[in-house]
């Protein structure tokens, strides 16, 4: 498995395996680019900050 994807950061926790945007209708990035993660524990380095609850 390759350790590149590509991670929204704006809360959805959307990872996806090729560039894109977000997919999410509620994210607040959606249709923004997802981000360049390389990271091995899934965790991305702590750049997907869950939503907070309102
Ligand atoms: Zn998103
Ligand atoms: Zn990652």
Not at 31 to 44: A, V, W, Y
């Amino acid at each position: 498995m390759g350790d590149k994807h590509y991670i929204c950061t704006g809360g959805c926790l959307g990872v996806s395996d090729k560039p894109g945007v977000c997919q999410a209708p509620d994210c607040p990035k959606h249709e923004h680019p997802l981000e360049l993660c390389n990271c091995k524990d899934g965790k991305h380095y702590n750049r997907q900050n869950k939503k907070s609850a309102n």
